[in-house]
């Protein structure tokens, strides 16, 4: 039995050779009454005149595509079983077994008929394939000419490059914090206060970080530290703090600390660390575990050695006097040395060379005899 490609490939093949055999060629009459085709704008891009060429062709190649599209959905309708049985009876009287060999036999015999066959098959398999995705939009989807309303002035070459342009954005928004700093931070000083140190309820120390002029991911960040030994604990209660914090537990400055930017405002890290520290002391006072057989790991911490001087060398009282006694000896010595114009002023050498080379140059220059140019007693 017959399939229905085939059958519609060669009915577009006999529907295209009559249609090519049925132009007959007009008289000369009509031929020289026919208007000239119009001509294409004239465009120095090749960009541009390529897009006319392609548009040119899409719509030369319009009207084939939709007419092999109608016919294919015709005879997907009309090609029943039924209709192609009857067919493939009828191609056995031709001493064919199926209507498409009837046909393909019939089509060889017939001048040109592979070149044509060949394009009709790749213009089924475009339309069967449909248009390919444009990969340069996003979704491989042809880009929407209403969408783009952007209307783009032409560029005069007048105009400075990007990275000038961010330097003066740098610029105006330093000026703009040198205009803050000088008329608006002196109206601050009404709201300063005293510094109070912190009450022994006042035990957790929150530090902050804010980028100014600019939103950083590092902002929502809160840090928290406190050291066990300002909690109402006891030495037990302490111990197991300690090693409930693990490496959060700084052993040579005895304070723990914590943070958090797990959540995207910094009231929302601060009330997580304070709810956190509040679950660790709860943990503490629990009397159940004391984890007193539990030892206090530190392997983690490493301690880095700073040489600080050695006490040896600190200046001690008896050194200092002595130092005094050393040079007080030293200008009095320079003092009478001085006295009988043994001590070497090296201010006065200098001034005193420079002086005689000074005058060496006046003696040379005076020294020196003009000669006369040639020919000056001629003239006279």
Known sequence: MASTSPAARLCALVCRRVSSSAHQPLPRAQRLCRPAAPRAPFSSCAPARKRQREAAADDEDAPQRVELTRMNQAIAELATPQRLQQLDEVAKQYGHNTIDEYLAATLENTPGWASEEREVDEQMAKIMQGERPNKTSFWYDEDDPECNTEELEDFDEDDMTSMAHARLEEIREMRQYARLAVWEMPLLAKFAKPFERPTKEQVLRWRYTTFMGEEHPAECKVVVQFCPSDLDLTPVQISKLKKLAGTRFDPAKNVI???????????????????????????????????????????????????????????????????EEYRRLAEVEDKEREEKGLLVNGAKKIDEYMTQKLTEELRKQQSEVKVPARGSRARR
Do not use: C, G
């Open 257 to 323: 600390k914590m943070s958090s930017n797990s959540y995207e405002h910094q009231a929302q890290n601060k009330q997580h660390l304070s709810e956190l520290v509040e679950k660790l002391i709860a943990a503490a006072k629990d009397p159940t575990d004391t984890f007193e057989d539990v030892p206090l790991d530190q392997r983690y911490y490493k301690a880095v050695h700073k040489p600080r001087f050695p006490k040896e060398w600190r200046m001690t009282e008896e050194r200092r006097l002595e130092l």
